[in-house]
């Protein structure tokens, strides 16, 4: 497999992406993640031409798995001309948001004033999110609406016990547009509260109690990855805790 005139070592079953990054060669990206075993492929920013004998046809890198054969270009005019259009509309629907504008100048793209962000979202749909949560937990945010008004949230933006408040989708968003808020020992997101659980031994937070039981709860000690490590090793072992 070659990227851009060059031999590249790939490895069977991986995304052009993935075999990219290995080689040190730059490929813009921003919903993929390569736990998930769906990729939407929504961003579109990791688009490059691959030619496999006499055909020529443009991909998403993160959802097209690599072959001997392909002749890679991430490169060429058009590429370039894609990228810009892509990274200028996703600009418009998250205006100043760091991440982008760190893609943006990697890319060479400034911002088209043109373009306005109609939805006034600070969310580009990229579906990660919700991906991580069907992934993880248990599938409790989904986009909803439709053109401008489409956004992601929980149904009929009610709280849901599918949601677990364990901040996943948060973590996860490349843009930082999901935002929980601890206070007083509780959690609030997706329009719900959670409580929080701390560690018994050492007292950090380690998550909420509905995700950390998903509906299971004794008496046995709480504990976070660190201190349930050290109660494994020591004289505690044989007891029964709950770690995280
Ligand atoms: S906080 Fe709720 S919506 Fe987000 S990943 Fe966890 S369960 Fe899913
Ligand atoms: S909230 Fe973040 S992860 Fe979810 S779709 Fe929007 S930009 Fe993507
Ligand atoms: S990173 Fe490949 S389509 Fe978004």
């Known amino acids: ?12 079953g991986e995304s052009i992406l993935d075999a990219a990054n290995r080689a040190g060669v730059f490929i813009p990206s921003l919903c993929c993640d390569s736990t998930f075993l769906n990729k939407d492929s929504c961003c579109r920013l990791c688009i490059v031409q691959v030619k496999m004998g006499d055909k020529v046809s443009l991909m998403p890198a993160c959802a097209t798995e690599t072959e001997a054969e392909m002749e890679i270009n991430t490169d060429s005019e058009s590429i ?24 943006m100048k990697k890319c060479g793209v400034k911002p088209d004033t043109r373009i306005s962000n109609k939805g006034g979202r600070d969310c580009v ?14 599938g409790a945010i989904e986009s909803m609406g439709r053109g401008v008004t489409k956004r992601i949230d ?10 677990l408040g364990c901040a996943s989708c948060e973590l996860i968003c490349p843009i930082h547009s999901i935002k929980s808020e601890d206070y ?35 008496d ?17 072992k044989n007891e029964e805790l709950y770690c995280y």
């Open 1 to 12: 497999m070659k990227i851009n005139g060059k031999a590249v070592p790939w490895l069977f």
């Open 80 to 103: 370039h001309r894609i990228r810009k259009m892509l990274l200028q509309l996703i600009y418009a629907e998250a205006p100043e948001n760091p991440t982008i504008m760190e893609l």
């Open 125 to 138: 749909l990229c579906r990660r999110c919700i991906n991580a949560c069907h992934y993880w937990v248990k």
């Open 154 to 163: 929980t149904p009929y933006g009610k709280p849901t016990e599918d949601c």
């Open 184 to 218: 007083n020992g509780k959690r609030k997101i997706w329009n719900n509260e959670f409580e929080l659980l701390y560690c018994e031994e050492c007292g950090a937070l380690i998550t909420t109690k509905e995700n950390f039981f998903d509906g299971n709860y004794d």
């Open 220 to 236: 046995a000690p709480i504990l976070c990855h660190t201190c349930s490590e050290e109660y494994r090793k020591g004289h505690r």
